[in-house]
């Protein structure tokens, strides 16, 4: 069924009963010419991108949970292209352009929302490293506006911008970014997926990987053995357990993120705001709540809960940013796995093992990523062949010396 | 997430910095690129279960520890001193 207004008004009067499900609920064929393993967002667009752009539709996407139930499913939804380093920009600038015409390409409301992301900075040589980040981003074709302190008071007149140990100084604007509603994202690539022939298998959890005289055969899994001819790793902080079963190490170590929501307020914060000093940011969903976030935890961790230490911190970032939130209730907070890789920055390349790729590394910035990441990993499994906006995420970088390391922190995965 | 100091006794996590997998205890002696530097900086095993990783106590006695925790259940299960487990593996 084409989604559209005038379906919403027919439905609406006809009691709604004729909506049907977006998506099939298949068994497991026993052979298909690529399976994917992890239909999260970026497996999901992996799969829709094959289908829509390279013909490929005998595909699997195999998930253990249920569709977008991970990652996808548990961030703060910020859409953004302002990354400086030459790689990571064209392949962040590639995705924002993809998200731009992404609901009438899916026929699906994904509510992408360029209400614009706001760095503040709080020293002068902040505002010089944002100038030239904004340069950068702004050679690269995206769009990047340097406010000073009275620019930022009349967008967000509810900062502080007089505390003692941090004021204030302005802020890199970046209009075209905003937010999207997470889980629609998946449920729009894995219907248009499906229209497609796709084959989305839930509840299957792949159990190893098949290799035979260095090339991949198939999958085991819950449900069966599965052969195919390219097997597509896409298990975001579960990509260590994945690459194990063939045999492989990579440079990723697993952390938890947190995030937070209020209670439903009315609109009072209309940009996505990001504190240059205590590694906050905020924006408000459409239904109200302040969805907030900071830092990684910082140690190895599979439990999807964070710990005590680092709520405390992210609630005293946001009252030294914003005093007025002080009042709201958080409703929630949840907790992510996060693959943090050795540079920050992600893979997306073939690997040693003839047919098996990989799609992973993705730290905390998966989400705005999405689009990119599946239409540049499904480039890479039809054509075996990197596509242009992801030349440099190579496996091979960390062995070459050739790293992406956007915030020059040295190789330690959990500075990322 | 408490973590048992083996000078300092139970202590809030706040106590400690996280550096990472015990893999930074050994480094390489390879004078130039090898393998060896790869594991180091780059490869983890990641497991989702028991891990050896590095601690700093730097609120405490600013020791380094090996701590063996589980990565599912944060549970501490044993703690030493980086010291006296090179010490003893050596």
Redesign the interface.
């Known amino acids: 069924m084409r989604y559209s207004g005038w379906q919403v008004i027919k439905q609406g009067l006809t009691g709604n009963r004729g909506w049907k499900p977006a998506w099939r609920d298949p068994a497991p064929k026993a052979e298909y010419d690529v399976v994917i393993i992890g239909g999260g967002g970026h497996g999901l667009a992996t799969a829709y991108y094959l289908a829509a752009e390279h013909g490929l539709t005998n595909i699997a996407v195999l998930e253990k949970g249920y569709l977008g139930g991970g990652n996808v499913g548990r961030n703060t939804t910020i859409v953004r292209a302002n990354y400086g380093l030459e790689g990571n920009s064209q392949f962040y600038s590639h995705s924002l352009r993809l998200w731009e015409g992404l609901e009438q390409e899916l026929n699906y409301n994904v509510m992408h929302s360029q209400r614009g992301v706001v760095n503040l900075f709080h020293s002068d040589a902040q505002r010089d490293a944002f100038a030239r980040r904004g340069n950068m981003m702004v050679s690269q074709g995206d769009d990047a506006i340097l406010l000073d302190r009275d620019g930022c008071r009349r967008m967000m007149p509810f900062l502080d911008y007089d505390q003692t140990r941090f004021p204030i100084y302005g802020g890199l604007y970046h209009p075209r970014g905003g937010t999207a509603r997470h889980d629609a994202v998946a449920w729009g690539y894995a219907r248009g997926a499906d229209q497609r022939g796709v084959d989305l298998i839930q509840k299957c959890e792949v159990t190893g990987i098949d290799v035979e005289n260095g090339k991949v055969t198939g999958v085991q899994t819950t449900r069966g053995a599965i052969r195919a001819k390219k097997v597509a790793m896409c298990a975001a902080g579960r990509s260590g357990q994945v690459a194990a079963m063939a045999g492989m190490r990579l440079p990723i170590e697993s952390t938890v993120l947190q995030a937070f929501v209020t209670e439903g307020l009315k609109p009072v914060i209309d940009n996505v705001i990001t504190y240059g000093m205590g590694h906050f940011y905020i924006s408000q969903s459409d239904k109200g709540g302040l969805v907030f976030g900071g830092d990684i935890d910082f140690y190895a961790s599979y439990a999807s809960r964070g710990n005590l230490p680092m709520l405390e911190h992210v609630m005293e970032a946001g009252m030294t940013l914003m005093p007025m939130i002080g009042k709201s209730k958080v409703l929630r907070s949840w907790g992510g796995i996060m693959d943090m890789s050795s540079d920050g920055s992600p893979i997306i390349d073939k690997t040693h093992i003839d047919g098996l790729y990989v799609n992973a590394g993705w730290c905390y910035g998966g989400f705005k990523a999405t689009p990119a990441s599946g239409h540049c990993y499904a480039h890479l499994i039809a054509t075996d062949r990197p596509h242009e906006a992801a030349l440099r995420h190579r496996l091979d970088r960390f062995n070459t010396g050739l790293v992406m390391d956007e915030e020059a922190k040295g190789s330690q995965h959990n500075l990322h | 997430?408490r973590i048992r100091c083996p000078l300092c006794g139970d202590r809030?996590?706040?106590e400690f910095?996280?550096?990472?997998?015990e893999i930074y205890m050994h480094r390489p002696e390879d004078a130039g690129?090898s393998?060896a530097w790869?594991d180091y900086?780059?490869?983890?095993?990641?497991?989702?279960g028991v891990?050896r990783?590095l601690?700093y106590h730097g609120a405490g006695c600013t020791g380094w520890l090996l701590v063996e925790?589980d990565?599912?259940?944060?549970d501490i299960l044993r703690v030493e001193l980086a010291t006296d487990a090179k010490r003893g593996s050596a």
């Open positions: 997430m809030d996590s706040r910095t996280y550096m990472g997998h690129w393998p790869d900086l780059h490869l983890r095993d990641n497991p989702a891990t990783d601690w925790r990565t599912t259940t944060h």
